[in-house]
């Protein structure tokens, strides 16, 4: 048993997220021996315990948990904690202040203002626990500390300092809401309850707290429910509505519905647990590159509405929330029956007791409010008509609706000249570019183009089509095609003779994008730079993002629909690479590099394979006689099975 006494710090909560069973045993069994003061109220917590590398996975949990903070940078931190000396920083002023007597030209003045001086500059390290938990409670701040330090403490049989563990520092923001459709995870296990397995844990928590849940939907009921004011899109009514506060709700407020549940419930759900579990479950395939997941799905239903949980979280820029949805739906859609129960959703990789519970409301009620109260929310609404334009991301169009924008007209009355000129075309052409494309017409473009590519070259150019095309859809929302030729001398330079063979002709009318990355490195992998930057388009190919139209016409002017084509250029020794990194759904793309790197400790994209440690160019086969067994080799080369394009659809 440990001697070191914890139970003076603030009450700390646990975030169970990553924790395995056993280590949550070992924390509940320490905390209880050291006193540390541990609470399963989150509200209550003054800072919070949790296993996490990344800050802002730490935000996200938070909150998942409707705990808002705004992050706080050392520098700022120290101007906070410095500000009025508590008692601990009073005692470190007078120990400065006496030290500095021998100066008989220092006034008392001066030697505060030294002293203060000093104190600001102090490093973190400098601070106690007990000291620095203190400070920042005085200043609304708190911090996430890895449960790291309650070991090494342990360990050392004393109360270590917290900076070099602390994942990340925040001052609590109470103003700001909830976010459409979320909901707090479940509650992390009481201490003083025995430690219980994941599946008994998800049981527990839909059972518990039915009665303070009713009794919070009764509060809810009777505040104030009055709608939003909107102007309806496409009028000019002045003065402008006033803005909200993104990923506010608009004229939803309803609380979320509690879904009618019973033990016997629960029972017969812990027996549904099929005996024989798909084959990639029970072998642990967490990446689905290593699962087929084909284009719709036995649980489509599901998964839609999981994606629209997720675009409001891409809409609110909250990225772990994006991925990890992403994840959840890719594992719900590889599966390859209809799912039964919780405790099946709960064996799924990326499916946590959330996805549990939201798979249990819509099997019970065949509707998820969540999704529901999203695709009603007006300011959400707004952002992503805005987002589908063309050339317009998350961020323009949050500064559109920030502007007082509610509709396209808008943007061309009063934001026109403002716009990019690629912005420009996909205003204009918004309503022909969200028109799919037919699989014919899609093969019919792909063939004027290799035509050219080979008029300006030679018969040797090869193309695939890939994209939505090759996964098998039968519409699109525009074409992708990836040209190569055997000699790499041939592609270098050969995306500007292409677009000017077929901008000359008429085909193609705007260049959104042209790009000659790959021929200014001499048709090299891109360098080994470290990770892409943030929100960066992982593709360094020759390519060119161009408005097509069929010159072929009756009548004095061309009225034929306006496409969206992307034309890229492959070198010869890296087209396998190519055509991997443009066949599959977002996902699936995602968990390829995530695969390579922890795999094999390489970076791949669409240009090549890099040693990550030493920015080696890893050789590939050169024997494939065509680009689609060039992509063999390259999964070969990775270890991983070769799935038609068709089972690579995890969006």
């Known amino acids: 048993m440990s001697s070191l006494d914890l139970h003076d710090l603030p009450k700390a909560f646990l975030i169970s997220t990553k924790l395995s069973d056993d280590e949550l045993h070992w924390l509940h069994q320490i905390t209880s021996e050291t006193g540390l003061p541990l609470t399963v109220d989150v509200e209550?917590?003054?800072?919070?315990?949790?296993?996490?590398?990344?800050?802002?996975?730490?935000?996200?949990?938070?909150?998942?948990?409707?705990?808002?903070?705004?992050?706080?940078?050392?520098?700022?931190?120290l101007e906070c904690t410095s500000r009025e000396p508590s008692s601990a920083k009073q005692e470190h002023l007078s120990s400065l202040e006496t030290s500095s007597t021998t100066d008989s030209n220092l006034s008392t003045k001066a030697c505060d203002s030294a002293a203060r001086d000093e104190l600001s500059s102090l490093d973190l390290e400098t601070f106690g626990t007990r000291t620095l938990l203190s400070e920042l409670q005085s200043s609304s701040i708190t911090c996430v500390v890895h449960v790291d330090w309650l070991q090494n403490s342990i360990q050392s049989n004393k109360c270590l300092p917290l900076w070099p563990h602390v994942i990340t520092f925040g001052r609590f923001n109470d103003t700001v809401k909830s976010r459409p459709g979320r909901s707090p995870p479940a509650e992390p296990i009481d201490p003083d309850q025995p430690i219980v397995s994941t599946t008994e844990a998800?049981?527990?928590?839909?059972?518990?707290?039915?009665?303070?849940?009713?009794?919070?939907?009764?509060?809810?009921a009777s505040a104030d429910n009055e709608p939003k004011s909107f102007r309806l899109l496409g009028t000019r009514q002045q003065p402008r509505p006033p803005r909200r506060a993104l990923g506010q709700q608009g004229a939803v407020s309803r609380?979320?519905?509690?879904?009618?549940?019973?033990?016997?419930?629960?029972?017969?759900?812990?027996?549904?647990v099929p005996q024989v579990l798909p084959k990639w479950v029970e072998q642990g395939k967490i990446y689905s590159c290593e699962r087929a997941t084909p284009l719709v799905c036995a649980n489509q239903e599901f998964v839609d509405l999981l994606g629209k949980i997720r675009l409001c979280r891409e809409l609110t820029e909250d990225e772990v929330g994006v991925r990890a949805y992403s994840s959840s739906m890719a594992a719900v859609a590889a599966f390859d029956r209809p799912l039964t129960s919780i405790s099946e959703v709960l064996k799924l990789p990326g499916c946590n007791l959330k996805i549990a519970q939201l798979f249990r409301e819509w099997k019970s009620t065949g509707r998820i409010r969540a999704a529901e109260?999203?695709?009603?929310?007006?300011?959400?609404?707004?952002?992503n008509d805005f987002h589908e334009i063309w050339g317009v991301g998350v961020k323009t169009a949050r500064s559109f609706f920030d502007l007082g924008w509610r509709d396209r007209d808008d943007v061309v009355e009063f934001g026109w000249e403002t716009l990019k000129p690629n912005q420009q075309v996909g205003v204009k052409y918004f309503d022909e570019f969200q028109s799919p494309v037919s699989r014919s017409e899609i093969e019919s473009i792909a063939e004027i183009i290799v035509n050219h590519a080979r008029r300006v070259r030679d018969n040797g150019v090869q193309h695939c089509l890939v994209g939505g095309y090759r996964r098998g859809k039968e519409l699109c929302h525009d074409v992708d095609i990836?040209?190569?030729?055997?000699?790499?001398?041939?592609?270098?330079?050969?995306?500007?003779?292409?677009?000017?063979?077929?901008?000359?002709?008429?085909?193609?009318?705007?260049?959104?994008?042209?790009?000659?990355?790959?021929?200014?490195?001499?048709?090299?992998?891109?360098?080994?730079?470290?990770?892409?930057?943030?929100?960066?388009?992982?593709d360094t190919l020759d390519k060119a993002l161009v408005v097509w139209q069929d010159i072929h016409f009756s009548g004095e002017k061309n009225t034929n629909i306006h496409r969206r084509v992307d034309i890229?250029?492959?070198?010869?020794?890296?087209?396998?690479?190519?055509?991997?990194?443009?066949?599959?759904?977002?996902?699936?793309?995602?968990?390829?590099?995530?695969?390579?790197?922890?795999?094999?400790g390489w970076r791949f994209d669409s240009s090549g394979i890099r040693d990550r440690s030493t920015g080696t160019v890893i050789a590939l086969d050169p024997s494939a006689e065509t680009m689609e067994q060039s992509e063999r080799l390259v999964l070969e080369k990775l270890g991983l099975p070769y799935l038609e394009p068709s089972q690579r659809c995890a969006h």
Not at 50 to 76: M, P
Not at 202 to 220: C, N, P, T, W
Not at 492 to 519: A, F, K, P, Q
């Open 44 to 77: 209550q917590a003054e800072w919070f315990l949790a296993k996490f590398q990344s800050s802002r996975r730490a935000l996200h949990e938070l909150r998942c948990r409707n705990i808002f903070l705004d992050a706080v940078e050392q520098t700022s931190l």
């Open 568 to 600: 890229i250029i492959s070198p010869w020794p890296f087209a396998g690479c190519a055509v991997l990194g443009w066949s599959g759904g977002t996902t699936y793309e995602r968990d390829l590099r995530r695969f390579a790197k922890t795999k094999h």
């Open 373 to 383: 109260d999203i695709e009603k929310d007006e300011t959400l609404k707004v952002i």
């Open 255 to 272: 609380p979320s519905a509690l879904t009618r549940v019973s033990t016997s419930e629960f029972d017969a759900a812990a027996e549904a």
């Open 202 to 220: 998800g049981f527990l928590h839909a059972d518990a707290g039915i009665l303070e849940r009713a009794k919070e939907v009764l509060s809810q």
């Open 482 to 538: 990836i040209l190569s030729h055997p000699d790499l001398a041939q592609t270098s330079g050969l995306i500007l003779d292409v677009v000017d063979s077929l901008s000359t002709e008429g085909w193609v009318t705007h260049t959104l994008m042209l790009s000659t990355r790959s021929s200014d490195r001499d048709q090299q992998p891109h360098p080994l730079r470290g990770n892409f930057t943030r929100g960066s388009f992982s």
